[in-house]
């Protein structure tokens, strides 16, 4: 079945970061800026990243939870030993640039997501899981990133484990595309290809 993704709509990536979800993100938003923009996640974690500006507001764990109640959070999750928190305020942000907005999390985060989705039915929510083969996608890290093999095992293992589709999300299954990625530069038009069946023309 074909999803059309109306208005108030979000496209979410759920994987690692080795699989690309950070890198196809990006990517949408500066090739598609008409149509594409971030949906802005609280993060504790510290460190800096590139184009961290455009998707993270940095916070302490208690900053966040003085500054929104659990009502106000659609979802939060743990990643790489920092917590994450989507808040309705930055949603609605998005919103109101007329655009779809775009956001990763992990399937800890879409799975709360789902089982708090009554607080807001006009809403739909669209999600693409990057799923990583798993032989190939080794031997690419083994390759493009200079991994060992037992460390290329480990990233493996973690991207998998990152883009299950939780049982819960079996009432959206119309709305969720799993995507079979290698870790190569042939993963993005897989990825645009799994867009174009959840978003209209």
């Known amino acids: ?53 455009a998707w993270y507001v940095r916070m302490t764990k208690e900053a966040a939870f003085a500054a929104y109640s659990i009502d106000q959070m659609l979802t939060l999750f743990e990643e790489g030993g920092a917590r994450y928190f989507i808040v309705r305020k930055h949603l609605d942000t998005a919103f109101a640039t007329m655009q779809t907005p775009l956001v990763g999390m992990t399937p800890e985060g879409f799975e709360r997501l789902i089982m708090r989705r009554r607080s807001y039915d006009t809403v739909h929510f669209s999600a693409i899981f990057l799923q990583p083969e ?41 709305s969720i595309i799993p995507v079979p990625i290698t870790g190569s530069n042939h993963d993005a038009a897989l990825v645009d290809t799994a867009l174009r069946q959840l978003v209209s023309p």
């Open 134 to 174: 798993a032989d190939i996608f080794r031997e690419t890290l083994m390759q493009s990133q200079g991994l060992n093999s037992a460390q290329a095992e480990d990233e493996t293992s973690l991207a998998v484990r990152l883009s299950t589709i939780p049982p819960s999300a079996g009432s959206l299954s119309s």
């Open 1 to 53: 079945m074909e999803v059309t993704v109306e208005d108030h709509s979000v496209v979410i990536f759920i994987g690692s970061r080795s699989a690309g979800r950070m890198q196809h993100l990006e990517r949408l938003r500066r090739q598609i800026p008409r149509r594409y923009t971030a949906l802005r996640t609280i993060t504790t974690r510290s460190e800096p990243r590139d184009n961290d500006a």
